[in-house]
């Protein structure tokens, strides 16, 4: 048994701590994110605010921890997304290797690569305005085409050795050989490949409600709280710098983590970079 | 090489097709009636009326698409309906602010990373290398929006340096432009630099660990001289994918940098086009952005055909 490496358990703190505080949020915060006291508007931090407070008055820790909340979730479900549409295609076209259907995923796999997440969040949004939700669709197709190369990937590889041939002889078909033998023993690859996207996820959730194609007011995301920051930066840099960190750190932690995860789930991957 | 070149041509033709089918069935198809959409709940009949016959929204969506393919082919995108200008004029007029942004991020990126991912690999394991490692770690996980706010912070309001944004107009002279882009070009080349220089890293040392790299140093070449003659040249495939792909990055980021720095480019373009709803903008710019990621890629390709062989032959 190999030691937990300490990138895994620095990541995996990093990460904790953002978790908590989305959790946390849901039942708690220090003060009513909505309530605006315009008397307490633009304050540095201080021992009431510890983040201080923005320009309605509202306390930016509270802010921060709601928005943890909103940039974990669309980053999750894009992944989600992402691997229930990927993971399939990938182990079909493996199955069905070199044949038709194999490149007809490729080929499509190559398309939406040509389609940036910000261009699919704009393509949604000109169509069905901004949200959240339309956040998690672009970010997902933006991951489906991630997840189902590194799957075709790893079952190419296994499709070559002795117990499955064996198992394709014995009669099995493709479909159940790689939901049953090739599934299980990508499943390492895809967990990596998943905090690797969860962390872009993130980023690219801020992008785009820095540029208001997120989440909608009143919900604090991390992105907007940057964009109403940005006015106001000379006077009041507290408001730019303190959900920035927030997504550093997050973004950080989970590198971190994945790279940790990586080295310490299949020493054999470590060799394959 | 003149094959892999026409069936790269071939393959570059069929995707572009494709997308702008998928394009042209989000923004055309999906809305049901585009003028109605444009115009909002509260338009009067007559006016969308007048609006679908500008558009030519009553002819088949079958021939609506091949019109504004076949207009594209010959640099006619269609008018926008808020600015009242041809598409193709508000375009290159913006392109002229965004494509330099990109391609001066691209270049600060990749003379960033070159030098300093060598160096990581050359010293791979000194505390050089580490620091190198834990600097590029910390560069991925910044959003070079929010790097972009700090810059502008220290270099334009505290130390004045730099104005905080906006930006003259190349017709104002060719430095001041250059001075007005470099904020926004760092902001977006140093997280891309902290990618490429890892990927440069890693090429490197498994370049480094190659029989011909132990011949090379066998027949008396010092470590400096094998890693600068035959390491980088071979790490060079990996490195050149990498930069192929951060165009696609760096363009959609300085859509988004932009915004920081109030810069008249394709970004401010298209999200003004998504509030005021002028759909026709918004499709000419995304099937332009596809098109510029597309374009690279086959150039990508054809640069490492080029750089390797043994690419050529494999053909697919």
Excluded: C
């Amino acid at each position: 048994m190999r030691r937990a490496p300490l990138t895994l358990l620095a990541g995996a703190a990093l990460t904790g701590v953002f978790a908590l505080a989305a959790l946390v949020s849901l039942l708690w915060t220090p003060f009513d994110v909505t309530a605006m006291n315009i008397g307490a508007r633009l304050q540095a931090p201080n021992a009431q605010h510890w983040f201080g407070t923005d320009h309605f008055g509202r306390d930016v820790l509270s802010m921060i921890m709601v928005g943890a909340r909103i940039s974990i979730a669309v980053a999750v479900v894009a992944v989600g997304m992402g691997m229930v549409l990927g993971v399939p295609l990938g182990l079909l076209a493996a199955a069905n290797r070199g044949g038709l259907l194999d490149e007809v995923i490729m080929r499509g796999n190559d398309l939406i690569f040509a389609f940036p997440a910000l261009v699919i969040a704009i393509l949604i949004t000109a169509v069905f305005g901004p949200s959240a939700v339309n956040a998690i669709i672009a970010i997902g197709i933006f991951n489906t085409p991630v997840f189902a190369r590194v799957a075709r990937g790893g079952a190419l590889s296994l499709w070559t050795l002795d117990y499955i041939r064996a198992a394709e002889v014995s009669g099995k078909g493709k479909l159940r050989i790689s939901a049953e033998h090739i599934l299980p023993n990508i499943a390492n690859l895809l967990i990596v490949q998943g905090t690797i996207q969860f962390s872009l996820g993130i980023l690219a959730e801020a992008a785009l409600s820095y540029v208001g194609l997120g989440a909608q007011p009143p919900m604090p995301s991390w992105g907007r709280m940057l964009a109403e920051a940005q006015t106001m930066i000379s006077f009041a840099p507290h408001l730019a710098i303190l959900p920035g960190l927030a997504i550093v750190l997050t973004v950080l932690g989970l590198n971190l983590m994945g790279d940790g995860l990586r080295d310490s789930l299949d020493p054999k991957l470590r060799r394959a970079r | 090489m003149l094959r892999f070149a026409l069936q790269r041509l071939f393959s570059l033709a069929i995707s572009l097709v494709v997308a702008s089918l998928v394009i042209f069935f989000v923004i055309e198809v999906i809305p049901g009636d585009p003028a109605a959409y444009m115009l909002g709940m509260n338009a009067q009949p007559e006016t969308v009326a007048a609006l679908r016959r500008e558009l030519g929204l009553d002819a088949g969506p079958f021939a609506r698409y091949l019109a504004w393919v076949g207009g594209m082919l010959v640099g006619d995108f269609g008018t926008s309906y808020t600015y009242r200008v041809p598409v193709s004029e508000l375009v290159l007029a913006r392109l002229g602010v965004s494509l330099p942004l990109t391609l001066y991020a691209l270049l600060l990126s990749t003379a960033i990373a070159f030098p300093v991912g060598l160096i990581a690999a050359a010293r791979r394991g000194s505390g050089l290398d580490a620091g190198i490692m834990g600097a590029t770690q910390l560069g991925i996980a910044i959003p070079n929006f929010w790097f972009a706010m700090l810059l502008v912070l220290v270099f334009a309001i505290s130390l004045q340096w730099f104005s905080a944004g906006g930006f003259p107009g190349w017709d104002k002279g060719f430095w001041i432009n250059i001075k007005a882009l470099t904020l926004p070009a760092v902001a977006l080349a140093l997280p891309q630099a902290s990618i490429l220089a890892r990927v440069m890293r890693s090429a490197v040392i498994e370049t480094l660990g190659q029989d011909y790299i132990r011949t090379a140093r066998a027949k008396g070449l010092s470590q400096r001289q094998s890693v600068l003659r035959h390491a980088l040249r071979n790490a060079l495939i990996p490195v050149l994918t990498i930069i192929g792909l951060q165009f696609s990055f760096l363009l959609a980021g300085a859509i988004i940098i932009e915004n920081v720095f109030f810069l008249p480019g394709l970004g401010r373009l298209i999200f003004q086009a998504i509030t005021q709803r002028d759909l026709i903008v918004v499709e000419s710019v995304v099937m332009l952005l596809v098109f510029a990621v597309i374009l690279v890629t086959f150039l990508v390709d054809m640069a490492y055909a080029a750089a390797d062989p043994r690419l050529r032959r494999r053909g697919a």
